[in-house]
């Protein structure tokens, strides 16, 4: 099981604030992705990253950035938040496995921001 | 076009009976499948995965069965236990052709009633 970490875990702020979510592992994963999910919906791939240096759009248009200076680390900013931005965002990690027929995503707690 | 499909929005069992969740999938590249249980403001558990390869796996009190010629595959907890009162959402991608991105149900919310 991978250990992940997400930080905060709740966020209220004011519209028009930058704000970084932030999301570490301590499993050397190389894999790492960001979901967005609403109350009732599926969750939906934002970004991912498949090592260091190396990050690429989800399948959800999405206007915050991430970067993956790190293996362990992934964290994602929003330069300017807006009300249309409040959701869970949820972290994950993997690493594929038994030569490359098993893959299995671990998640973080998540972050649930509110932007006012 | 939704590809991952969880069309029971919910769904009640009575403790110590089976509970048995559906997905069913389009896209005929999907070769590998999750299971996971989501508690409201916590981020999903991850419970069973299936191969292509396989047609049943078992861990525990949680068997999942693929059926790739219906593009089907389903969740069985047994017994039931209140504890497992959550949201279920399968997940599936193609890993084989190195695309390691999944594409999510929009879950069942099972309740077990005690």
């Known amino acids: 099981e991978a250990d992940i970490y997400q930080t905060p875990r709740y966020l209220v702020i004011g519209t028009g604030k930058k704000i970084t979510l932030e999301c570490s592992q301590t499993m050397g994963h190389d894999k790492m992705y960001w979901y967005q999910q609403d109350p009732g919906m599926e969750l939906h791939l934002i970004h991912y990253s498949y090592g260091v240096n190396s990050t690429e759009k989800g399948d959800l248009s999405s206007e915050s950035t991430v970067s993956r200076i790190r293996t362990e680390h992934f964290p994602l900013t929003l330069e300017s938040a807006r009300p249309s931005h409040t959701s869970q965002y949820l972290c994950?990690?993997?690493?594929?496995?038994?030569?490359?027929?098993?893959?299995?995503?671990?998640f973080g707690p998540g972050t649930r921001l509110t932007v006012l | 076009d939704q590809q991952v499909k969880q069309n029971s929005p919910s769904l009640s069992v009575q403790e110590g009976r089976i509970s048995i969740l559906n997905c069913d999938y389009t896209n005929s590249m999907f070769d590998y499948f999750l299971w996971y249980k989501k508690y409201p403001a916590e981020g999903p558990t991850f419970l069973i995965s299936i191969s292509s390869i396989k047609d049943k796996n078992e861990d525990g009190r949680f068997t999942v069965f693929l059926n790739k010629s219906a593009k089907h595959l389903s969740l069985h907890i047994v017994p039931s236990q209140p504890g497992d009162s959550a949201v279920y959402f399968c997940a599936a991608s193609s890993i084989t052709s190195g695309t390691y991105k999944y594409i999510f149900g929009t879950g069942t919310r099972l309740k077990v009633l005690a």
């Open positions: 994950a990690s993997s690493e594929p496995g038994l030569a490359g027929l098993t893959d299995t995503q671990y």
